[in-house]
Structures are given as structure tokens and as C-alpha cells.
């Protein structure tokens, strides 16, 4: 499908979406078409319980006096309010309409900014990014579907009083897009498919983008002495894998000390010893999620050329049960010297996570360390799926996060971090458990990862767990892989620390 703007001059042929606002207000556009047709769409309203509502869709099939397949209204609610967001779920939604009815050509006219040309411009673009991200699918694998079960959209076109300033202000945000889509491959591929050393490969391809991509082997992580992650992946025929990549796109003159991103990537798990029941375990395929979003984000942000220094550094591992697989009991001693009683090896993100962490800040010494993980069920329990749980040791940085997070639609939420929560990880074994009692379970893995973190580095952790993945379609979010996260990241790294 091919996304194109052009100025609001009205095609004749194909659909033609307009929006409007509460009231059954008809903004430009959809003022113009109803003229056109002798009345049909104010008809059509007056037949239907579409008042013009955030969300509310109505089409006029072949309309009359017009050569236009269809004619779909958009409710935007108040005109005024529109921002980038609503644009965004605007052009999704339309997309994954006109994709479903098997209409081939659709085009979007967007009058309905509340300020000036600028603005509708920005808006313009944003209903593309929406319906960009909407058009995603995972279909690989699907050798035998129907063709009119695919999608069936060629072309969709913006409309809007400035499509140059619009096609501008799309390039970067199609760069963004290109993250997402390849985080959303990189969580719905099988773990036959992914695993460790693939999913370096996959990083690889970063290589054309200018990033510097390398990996660490078992040999190398042994020397190092990250006995906390080499433990998860040792029951596993795949090797471990310690993933680095390097954007070096800082001006000379600015801040060279890197942002660093650390993510969980364990390419299936099973619970190892400790293993997960059988229902829903093929959801695990995707608990290398936390890797995807910073090889996504990466990706991103090389796409665009960032302003900036960024590492991402993660943690591959595949937990497996087997003859060489850890056992519950078992004490590891971590790269930071630290020693961990594996209490349960069903926790082993965190232990994933506390080798990379280290390593990402002995190796890099990082300005700041955002590290992503779908690191526990709790996290599903008390945010559902709708937020992502955030735990920071800096207000700023959550702040920022938070801020990021509300933009550009992937919410996070705050919980607390403590010296009474962390008590609960000491173990009488050893330096502590890699598991608390049955309470506040996110909170207590959190806490694992910040004994990992140095005092002075600003820290925050984004437990992806419950958002991930998606059981329904949203407006800019197809149901299946998300890449969550990656737009955040993109966007707290655009507002703070780039330039
Ligand atoms: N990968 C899981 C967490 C998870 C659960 C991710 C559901 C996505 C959806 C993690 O490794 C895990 O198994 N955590 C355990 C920790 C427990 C043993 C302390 C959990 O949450 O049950
Ligand atoms: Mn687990
Ligand atoms: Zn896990």
C-alpha cells in the first residue's frame, strides 16, 4: 500500500473520508461532498445515530451525483481538540475499515485542525503515521490465504491545505515506523525462528544504518563472569548471547556519554526447571520483547539520525529444562560479584537482566540506562494491558518517561521502589533470591535489578509485560506484537537528550 499527500482538491474516484465534528458539525470537506451529492450524508446522519463522536463511523455506499465508491464520515468530536494522537487513530481506524470492506483506494481529507496550516500539516501526517502503523501485518507464514482475505487497500492519500509541509513532516515518523515494524516481526517470529544467535543476525542488518553492531559469545561472558545470565541459558542446545549495539550520532561539541538501553531477551521460556504450565506457554515466544523494543528503537533512531550516543545492550538466552539446567537452589555469582540464590528459575529475566546491566554500565559508563522486560505476570495483575509499570531511583527520568509515554499513546505508570520492598530479596544463602514472597512481585523484581545499577546512574526499568502483546486490534495497533515502547523511546530520546 502506498501512502501519498495531495491538496484538498476532492478525487472522484475511490473512498473519500472526511471528518466531522460533534453535532453533526460537517467541517470543510465533508460540507463540499454533501452539496455534491444533494444532501446524502446530512440524510444519511439523519438516519443514523452518527452525531459526529470521537470514534463514530458512518458510510454512504455510491453515494448519488458522485463517482466516489463510498463516502465516510469521521466523527473527531470537538475540531478543536484534535491533536496528533486523534489523527493518528483517525487514519488507522479508516485504514483498517476500508482494508475490510475491499475497497482499493481510499483517501483521507483533513480540515479538521483546530489552528493554523502548520498545524493541519502535522495533523495530516500524523492520520498517515496512523494508518501506517495500522497496516502492519505478520503474515509470513500464511502461504494459503485467500486473497480476498487480505488486505485490499493500494493506495491511501492525505489530504490537507499544506501536503508539502505534511510529506515533511512524515519522513520521520515513517523512519519510527520502520522500528515498530521490525520489533513486531522480531516478537511474532516462533522461537524455532528466533533464538539467540538469530536474533544477533537479525541486529545485524542495523550494520547498513551506520550501527555498530557486535555479540558476545559463552566463552566471552564466562571470562567476564555473568554466571547470573549464563545460568538461564545453560539447560538450552542455543547458545547465550550478549548483544551491543553501538548509534554514534552525537554532534562533536555535545554530550558524548551514551544513553544506554537494556532489554530482556529470552528467546522462549519455559519456566526452565521450575516449569510454566502448558496452557499459554506459546505466549513466551515473545519474552525476548524487552531486546525487540531496543533493536526496534535502535533501528529508529539510526533511521532518523539521532542526534546522539545510544547503546542498546541485551540479554539472549533461551530457559529451557534439561539435563545441564539450572536448578531451583542453585547459587550463581554475578559479573558484579554479587551472589544470587535461583529460588525459582521461572525469574529468570532479572537475572538475565542483571549481567547486562553491568555490562552496559562497566563498558559504556551511560549518562542514563532505560532497561525494557517482560519481566513479570504481577505486572499484568495490576496495570492489565493498557499500561506499561515504571520504577525509577530519578524523578526526571520517570518524568520524562511518563511525559513520552502520554505523547505518543503508550502509557506508563509509576510504581514504588523501597528499602522495605528490597529487604524481601535478601537470601540467608546467599547476597539475595532471585524471587520475594507472593506480594508486590513486580515491585520485588524491580528491586533485584536496581541492586544492579550504580549509585549516581539515573535508572529506569519499563516492565512490558502486560503490553507486549495484543489480543485486539487497536486503532494504530494490529492485534499480535506490539513494539511497545519503541515510540516512547524514540520520543524521550528526541525531547531530552539529542543535539
Ligand atoms: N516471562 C515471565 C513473565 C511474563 C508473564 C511475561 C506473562 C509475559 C506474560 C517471567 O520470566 C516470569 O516467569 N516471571 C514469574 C516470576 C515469578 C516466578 C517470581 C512470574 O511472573 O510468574
Ligand atoms: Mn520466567
Ligand atoms: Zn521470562
Redesign the pocket.
Given at each position: 500500500m502506498k501512502i501519498s499527500f495531495a491538496s484538498l482538491t476532492l478525487p472522484e474516484t475511490g473512498a473519500l473520508a472526511a471528518p466531522v465534528a460533534k453535532g453533526r458539525k460537517l467541517l470543510a470537506s465533508a460540507a463540499a461532498l454533501d452539496k455534491a451529492t444533494g444532501g446524502a450524508l446530512k440524510r444519511a446522519m439523519a438516519a443514523s445515530r452518527f452525531k459526529g463522536e470521537k470514534d463514530q463511523l458512518l458510510e454512504v455506499l455510491a453515494p448519488p451525483k458522485v463517482k466516489n465508491s463510498r463516502i465516510v464520515l469521521l466523527g473527531v468530536g470537538e475540531a478543536k481538540d484534535l491533536g496528533p494522537l486523534d489523527a493518528e487513530k483517525l487514519g488507522g481506524a479508516l485504514l483498517s475499515h476500508l482494508n475490510g470492506v475491499g475497497e482499493t483506494h481510499g483517501a483521507l481529507a483533513l480540515d479538521a485542525a483546530g489552528g493554523g496550516k502548520g498545524e493541519t500539516a502535522g495533523l495530516a501526517a500524523h492520520a498517515a503515521y496512523g494508518a501506517l502503523l495500522r497496516s502492519y501485518r505478520f503474515d509470513r507464514y500464511r502461504t494459503k490465504e485467500k486473497p480476498e482475505k487480505k488486505p485490499s487497500l493500494k493506495s491511501f492519500d492525505v489530504l490537507s491545505d499544506d501536503p508539502k509541509a505534511a510529506k515533511k513532516h512524515y519522513g520521520p515518523l515513517e523512519k519510527i515506523a520502520g522500528g515498530v515494524f521490525l520489533t513486531r516481526d522480531l516478537v511474532s517470529e516462533p522461537a524455532n525462528v528466533i533464538y539467540p544467535k538469530s536474533l544477533v543476525a537479525r541486529a545485524k542488518a542495523l550494520e547498513k544504518l551506520g550501527v555498530k553492531v557486535s555479540a558476545l559469545g559463552v566463552a566471552q561472558m564466562t571470562k567476564l563472569g555473568m554466571g547470573a545470565l549464563l545460568g538461564v541459558g545453560q539447560g538450552s542446545e542455543r547458545e547465550s548471547q550478549l548483544l551491543v549495539m553501538e548509534w554514534t550520532g552525537a554532534p562533536k561539541t555535545r554530550n558524548k556519554k551514551p544513553f544506554a538501553f537494556v532489554g530482556k531477551g529470552?528467546t522462549f521460556?519455559t519456566?526452565g526447571i521450575?516449569i510454566?504450565p502448558a496452557g499459554g506457554m506459546e505466549?513466551?515466544k515473545w519474552?525476548m520483547g524487552g531486546a525487540g523494543v531496543v533493536i526496534g528503537v535502535m533501528r529508529a533512531l539510526a533511521a532518523r539520525k539521532a542526534k546522539v550516543n545510544v547503546v542498546g545492550v541485551c540479554g539472549l538466552v533461551e530457559n529451557m529444562p534439561s539435563g545441564t539446567a539450572q536448578r531451583p537452589g542453585d547459587i550463581v555469582t554475578s559479573m558484579s560479584g554479587q551472589t544470587i540464590e535461583v529460588l525459582?528459575t521461572?525469574?529468570?529475566?532479572r537475572l538475565v537482566l542483571a549481567d547486562a546491566l553491568w555490562y552496559a554500565q562497566e563498558k559504556f559508563k551511560p549518562r542514563a540506562i532505560v532497561d525494557l522486560a517482560?519481566?513479570?505476570?504481577?505486572i499484568?495483575v495490576a496495570l492489565g494491558n493498557e499500561h506499561a509499570g515504571l520504577f525509577a531511583n530519578d524523578d526526571e527520568l520517570s518524568e520524562r518517561l511518563s511525559a513520552a509515554g502520554k505523547a505518543v499513546g503508550e502509557p506508563v505508570w509509576r510504581l514504588p521502589l523501597g528499602e522495605a520492598y528490597d529487604k524481601l530479596i535478601d537470601s540467608d544463602a546467599a547476597d539475595m533470591k532471585n524471587?520475594g514472597n507472593r506480594s508486590g512481585?513486580s515491585i520485588t523484581?524491580a528491586q533485584f535489578l536496581q541492586r544492579f545499577v550504580k549509585k549516581g546512574t539515573p535508572w529506569a526499568h519499563l516492565d512490558i509485560?502486560?503490553v507486549?502483546w495484543s489480543s485486539k486490534d487497536q486503532p494504530t495497533v494490529p492485534k499480535g506484537g506490539t513494539a511497545f515502547g519503541v515510540r516512547l523511546l524514540d520520543r524521550l530520546i528526541a525531547e531530552h537528550y539529542e543535539g
Open positions: 529470552v521460556d519456566g521450575s510454566k505466549d513466551m519474552d525459582n521461572d525469574a529468570e529475566g517482560t519481566l513479570t505476570g504481577a499484568v524471587i512481585g523484581a509485560a502486560g507486549t
